[in-house]
């Protein structure tokens, strides 16, 4: 992995670990040990998904630029569906708390989607390819004036 992704997961993962310890500890406050551990569970279930698509996303961009768009709408859509679908398989459960999880897991989401939002935001992107300074410089023409 390249050093930009990786610093572009680090800088996702470590606030949504932090949103995810926050609420382990409040589910522990709340519905003791099982409510912590489903806490737990949620946020690591949160990173991987998050962290895998993230990657997938970013090697994408790199090798085929003109499906980006496509491919991060598709991406977004299927973890969206899979978390859902994560979260309707353990609904009943009886390993850690269904609550503690389901809220645990939309706010780890909530706070990777923002997390991610502001890495973006502060990463130095170029938008324009710089000239290259060894290349042939194009003979001005017109007037003079």
Same mark, same amino acid.
């Given at each position: 992995?390249?050093?930009?992704?990786? #610093?572009?997961?680090?800088?996702?993962?470590?606030?949504?670990?932090? &949103?995810?310890?926050?609420?382990?500890?409040?589910?522990?406050? &709340?519905? *003791?040990?099982?409510?912590?551990? *489903?806490?737990?569970?949620?946020?690591?279930?949160?990173?991987?998904?998050? *962290?895998?698509?993230?990657? &997938?996303?970013q090697r994408t961009a790199r090798s085929l630029?003109?499906?980006?768009?496509?491919?991060?709408?598709?991406?977004?859509?299927?973890?969206?569906?899979?978390?859902?679908v994560f979260m309707a398989t353990f609904k009943d459960?009886?390993?850690?708390?269904? #609550?503690?999880?389901?809220?645990?897991?939309?706010?780890?989401?909530?706070?990777?989607?923002?997390?991610?939002? #502001?890495?973006?935001?502060?990463? +130095?992107?170029?938008?324009?390819?710089?000239?290259?300074? +060894?290349?042939? +410089?194009?003979? +001005?023409?017109?007037?003079?004036?």
């Open positions: 992995m390249p050093s930009q992704d990786a #610093r572009t997961v680090l800088q996702v993962a470590v606030p949504t670990a932090a &949103v995810g310890a926050v609420a382990a500890g409040i589910s522990a406050v &709340v519905a *003791g040990g099982k409510g912590a551990l *489903g806490a737990a569970v949620a946020t690591v279930v949160v990173i991987l998904f998050m *962290g895998v698509g993230l990657v &997938v996303l630029p003109q499906l980006f768009q496509a491919m991060g709408l598709m991406l977004y859509t299927t973890q969206i569906l899979l978390l859902f459960t009886e390993l850690f708390n269904p #609550r503690t999880f389901a809220a645990t897991l939309v706010a780890t989401t909530l706070g990777w989607i923002g997390a991610q939002a #502001r890495a973006h935001m502060k990463a +130095k992107i170029l938008y324009v390819e710089p000239e290259d300074s +060894k290349a042939e +410089k194009p003979a +001005k023409t017109g007037s003079p004036s």
